[in-house]
């Protein structure tokens, strides 16, 4: 066990490299080369202009001017300042309530950090218990902790007290955060501008007709239902070819740039490529002559693709985006059950045109399910067996393997030192590996499950990876085993056992965990700030990509915040301080100060870096309540073990109440709340609609939302500027044939009709 | 352990006190006099006639044709004769969809039964395993069981195979039924007369005004929010005060016809009473006069009350029924959220007038909440620690208890024969109360809960006692023991240990079921075709209360189908049925044979006996499936839990797969058909409008809306003939004012609103 010594060099240290961070960023960032990696945001909004123009040519890669160095800590306050409607005017509302779950942490642990550092800390720390056992080993930190009470004292009391007075202000503070969230969301919603996504609705698992296309079956039912709000429809093409085409294409125009700029640097040598495996071996040909031949071909398939997608009805998928005239037939029809079978016309809210995950939305309900059933099997298998594989790939990828496989690496590798390094690493590599990749793992899974945004692929695989925090960073770090043996203990322990078995452990990881929020929590929220990758990154692109402006404006790469990977990550702060407010007080501060650090930085970053794709109206935070309540339970579960093992056995009963409360608390917020993040409610609607009507009676509806769900490959712009869009925004009223302008069948389903 | 003569014996017996209720009934039935007790249906819908005016004394009294008696049993096939779509006219759906549960039962078991004693009968017999055993008294029925497959026998192959079979089987019967109910379901509301339930939203919730009273509140919202489709609404009265003087008012009716009737009799004495308690103690004074006093007193009360009702504002609580144009619109309402706040301005299909459970509509959203909290919380006590107020009573009520409070009975209890029988009676009589009691208890906590309809009423507390019975009868037969004691157990035990102690004893106890089948699904089934208690009753209240025809009408007591209580108790018979199919296939028959006569017989009531007070189109059946689903999953578990301890332990990853797909099974049913129960598609609600407008375009709704949802108070027709609904249903247009016909205010919440 760490002594506070230990404690002291360790914070020492995180603390420093934390500085090292911030110093490097307050550096960077004053450097004009680097303006469009840390301020891209405002870039993208056309605020900030580039600052290469208009100086000289030092000027434009380093900044001279000594005055701004010194006052390189003042992002901080000026991250602080933007006031929170500007935020989210600025950021969108998605980034806003995900740097407010910090400020929860903020909220819900000061007081409770205080209360606990007066009242719980004095009463273990006079405990004393420890002093008096013997060969017991234990450090300063267990003196503050749970531990040093005797057992059976009349001093549980007081963390009984204490469970119950802070569990009582979580709910006070969660209440009033998830009402402020909720008012705030439907602000948002009320305050938006005329969005094409209220007024439409995806219709999925549109029933087989003999007679009818899927267009017409379309418009004939909602013509029928809902006559009096229905206004047009749009349908869906299964244009997954034709993006991965596009998609090639970008790349092939990528190399093509890359190798053309390169002969306009150096016009001395041709570059030449391989025609293999990326460039690797086979015949050797000229570089700029090759990717234009193999461009051009591709053009050619993508010509054929799209005559394809127009030409065969069997590229509509069974689904449609319904408009409606007004908000309140749009929120009708997504609330409803449309026809007698539950399974076919399936309603609901449309997601954002940018926000819809386009491959999805063609899966009949049964698929649906048995997706649904595989990927909880799978996910089952991934939580708790998954060292089995990697414990297979590490006993291959030992010395010998390696001898075996690369022989020329023969007498590089058996040089101690090397080898050393080897035997050190690589097992830990394919680990490392592992967890890099489980969140595009979790998100594959997310997507085979089929659902048909990018918000609730973010949300699906954010709880997979909550579960797997919990499982194998939180009980793994406090069993210490595999999740596979955690799994085999619960199995095999009464019920009422694992929490005391979970419990006990408790107190004695108090310091492992300090170390991991200051390594996790300190320095890894300053690394993020300096965004090392995308700096490497964009100066590269730069080099060899960058030929005009546009490119430049390509070149940038804002990221975005991940919420699937950064609040369960998040929620594992909470889990630790719910866990320890009460047993070990003395963590508390460190948590204090993630938080507080982190919402400063990721506040900067979503005013300066971070754009969001898309703009799901804080959806999320139903579920961010719900895995907050969890973390109260599991504490709640653990601290009935660790007393009932401190032979505080009456307490169990008195401490059962609170889960039993939590769980009520729950339900009632979850009425109370939730809705507002399902459902638009027809008063809104119907005030919105009002308005509307009264402010631009002579909006031409049906021309505004015509082409709004388009699938982004026909939306061009990106390559080719096949603008369906813009042409169709400028002239809404111009009526489009088939022959005189291809493009428009993608834009309006109803004039597809003709084709089938 | 009971040989198989034992359970011969147990059988001859059943059967022939089986057979002794079934001769009962076949001779009592005939009898003219008890023709209102058997064939209450008939008269209740006007076809049957009294026998009692045509015929000679005698011949009214007692049948005499011989030839009747010899066709005794001739009411079997008559009650399956009639065929589904009359029956569901005659009786309606809730009562044809109890039935086909039993239906359901032989569908499931059938071949079950016969591929069970064809496969598993000859393998369990031969396995030989209990012969060779030292040490181990078994019976016959126990060699055909599992028990005798020795230990880690090959021979389990077949159990595992034949589960599966079983389950998939089960599966395949279960979504057919599922389907068939659907429909069902759907065809009924489509093929519904027009009623007022399919235009009419029951509102809760409706938000305090400072401006408005709540009709006026009800009425503004609804008109902005669904203007094309709003007609009507009525407020609701809190008439609960109101209703209790009315049923004490019709009590003390009761007794004064009663005297009235005695005095008619025997005009010689003027029959007296005493005013006390139930008439036990108090001045003697004349019954008639006192009882028409007391009558007047409260005709004079119940006068106050109404016009108080009528004046007063805080007696209108926050709710009403909202009706619509057409169905749609309904359907609309009622599947939407209307504000922003979820928890104000709730909306919910209309129950049937009939259905509404008046007392619970005003209770507001957070208090809600609280009540289901404390009643879940009771019911966990109810469940598993009820014995512990059992067992107080019981050790106060022993002999020394009696004979303490009651001295002057010392000399007849301590005669052995009556002490004797005290000791052996009392201490079950406190158990055999509670039992009784129970089903009152938990509807009292479903009343407490705050649901609004009687339906959900009777769903809510069937699911509270298939808890009870689960726990305290199957549980509680297998572990032997009190409930309490299996949650310490459970608590205790690893969770992979409890299915193995419960799966041990499993074999053991099919003897104990077989008998229990027989005694309760047997004999009980013949004892309820009987009719005994109504059949006393009636003819008492035949004897001293009735004078005329419209009397003898009221003293009919047809009752009706408990779905509370008795779908439990077929859960339990379906719960044996899957777990003792693999275990102890012997048993199968036992449960087929209960299947099919109580089919018949209950077949037999609805169409002759019972008259349900509501009609909520089988809602319950999603219950009943989700109940069936539990009782695969248990039996499931067990059968990993008895198959492990038979050291056939690699069954287990095999059998694991049966639960998850149960699962799986169920969460694909749930969402391929529980819509249909739940809420009414668009699609059908139109077809319905549209028919409706062609056929009958002149139809005055509003009239026809208007007082559909008048408290039954106000319908009076019982004792002072309060009959606003006939008149206003005869003159639909004529307009009423209040001071001319104060009732009608009552009718029309918006009428009343110039009150307020």
Redesign the interface.
């Known amino acids: 066990m760490a002594s506070l010594q230990d404690i002291g060099m360790s914070a020492a240290i995180n603390i420093l490299s934390a500085i090292a961070f911030l110093v490097a960023f307050a550096i960077l960032r004053l450097q004009p080369i680097n303006d469009r990696v840390y301020f891209p945001k405002w870039y993208l909004k056309g605020i900030r202009g580039s600052p290469t123009h208009s100086q000289a040519f030092v000027r434009q890669l380093v900044n001279l001017d000594c005055k701004t160095y010194i006052t390189f800590l003042n992002w901080m306050p000026a991250a602080l300042k933007m006031p929170e409607p500007e935020l989210i005017e600025h950021a969108g509302l998605d980034s806003t309530a995900f740097i407010r779950i910090y400020l929860l942490g903020l909220k819900i642990f000061m007081p409770i950090t205080v209360l606990a550092l007066v009242v719980l800390l004095p009463v273990n720390w006079t405990g004393k218990s420890l002093e008096t056992m013997q060969n017991v080993t234990f450090s300063d930190i267990d003196k503050l902790s749970i531990s040093n009470v005797p057992y059976g004292s009349d001093r549980f009391w007081a963390h009984l007290v204490m469970a119950y007075v802070f569990t009582f202000w979580t709910f006070y503070v969660l209440y009033n955060e998830y009402k402020i969230m909720a008012n705030m969301r439907?602000h948002f919603l009320a305050s938006e501008h005329r969005r094409p996504d209220q007024f439409t609705v995806l219709v999925r698992n549109v029933p087989p007709d003999t007679d009818e296309s899927v267009s017409e079956h379309v418009e004939h039912?909602f013509c029928?239902?809902?006559p009096?709000t229905y206004i047009t429809h749009q349908i869906v093409y299964n244009a997954n070819n034709l993006a991965s085409i596009v998609e090639k294409k970008k790349s092939l125009q990528n190399w093509l740039t890359y190798y053309e700029n390169k002969y306009e640097r150096f016009p001395s040598k041709k570059p030449t490529t391989k025609t293999g495996f990326f460039g690797l071996w086979g015949t050797k040909v000229d570089a700029i002559d090759y990717y234009a031949i193999e461009k051009a071909k591709l053009s050619q398939e993508e010509e054929a693709e799209r005559e394809k997608l127009i030409s065969d009805p069997n590229t509509i998928v069974p689904a449609a985006f319904v408009s409606f005239k007004s908000r309140?037939g749009a929120?009708?029809c997504a609330?409803?059950?449309?026809?007698?079978?539950?399974?076919i016309?399936l309603t609901e809210w449309a997601p954002e045109p940018c926000d819809v995950y386009w491959a999805n939305l063609a899966i009949p309900?049964?698929e649906l399910?048995i997706r649904?059933?595989l990927m909880a099997?799978a996910l089952f298998f991934l939580t708790f067996f998954f060292m089995i594989p990697i414990t297979f790939v590490q006993s291959l990828a030992n010395i010998e393997g390696i001898e075996r496989v690369f022989p020329f690496l023969k007498k590089l590798i058996e040089k101690p030192t090397v080898r050393s390094l080897i035997q050190g690493f690589l097992p830990g590599i394919a680990l490392k590996i592992f967890l890099i990749l489980l969140p595009s793992i979790l998100m594959l899974m997310s997507k085979i499950e089929g659902f048909t945004s990018l918000s609730s692929l973010e949300k699906r695989s954010a709880g997979k990876y909550h579960l797997f925090v919990l499982v194998n960073v939180f009980l793994g770090s406090i069993i210490t085993g595999t999740a596979l043996q955690q799994l085999k203990l619960?199995?095999?322990?009464?019920?009422?056992?694992f929490p005391k078995t979970v419990g006990v452990s408790i107190p004695m990881k108090a310091t492992f965990f300090i170390t991991y929020i200051m390594v996790d929590g300190w320095a890894g929220i300053a690394a993020e700030i300096l965004r090392l990758v995308p700096l490497i990154i964009f100066h590269l692109k730069n080099t060899f990509l960058v030929k005009t402006e546009k490119d430049r404006e390509q070149a940038m790469d804002p990221g975005c915040l991940s919420f699937a990977i950064s609040e369960p990550r998040i929620q594992l702060y909470f889990l630790l301080g719910f866990v320890y407010c009460v047993v070990t007080p003395i963590l508390l501060p460190f948590i204090i100060i993630f938080f507080a650090f982190a919402y400063m930085v990721f506040r900067h970053q979503i005013i300066n870096v971070y754009n969001q794709k898309y703009e799901s109206g804080a959806t999320f935070w139903p579920d961010v309540h719900r895995r907050l309540i969890i973390g109260m339970i599991i504490s709640q579960l653990l601290l009935m073990g660790l007393l009932s093992t401190k032979q505080a056995d009456s307490s169990t009963p008195l401490l059962i109440v609170l889960p039993?409360l939590t769980i009520?608390f729950h339900?009632?917020c979850k009425?109370?709340?939730?809705?507002?993040f399902m459902?638009?409610?027809?008063?809104?609607a119907?005030v919105k609609d009002t308005l509307e009507r009264a402010t631009e009676p002579n909006l031409n509806m049906k021309a505004y939302l015509q082409n709004a769900y388009v699938h982004p490959v026909f939306k061009g712009g990106d390559l080719d500027g096949h603008l369906i869009i813009d042409d169709l925004e400028n002239n809404p009223l111009v009526p489009t044939k088939r022959n005189s302008n291809r493009s428009s069948n993608f834009g309006s389903g109803r004039s597809s009709d003709v084709e089938l």
Chains 1, 2 share one sequence.
Do not use: C
């Not at 059950?337 to 399974?343: E, F, I």
């Not at 619960?490 to 056992?497: G, N, R, S, V």
């Not at 009425?671 to 507002?676: D, K, Q, T, V, Y």
């Open positions: 439907l039912f029928v239902n809902h009096d309140w929120a009708v609330q409803t059950q449309q026809s007698r079978n539950p399974t016309w309900y049964f399910t649904r059933l099997v619960f199995l095999q322990q009464a019920p009422t056992e039993i009520w339900i009632f009425g109370r709340f939730e809705s507002a459902k638009f409610p027809l008063e809104d119907m």
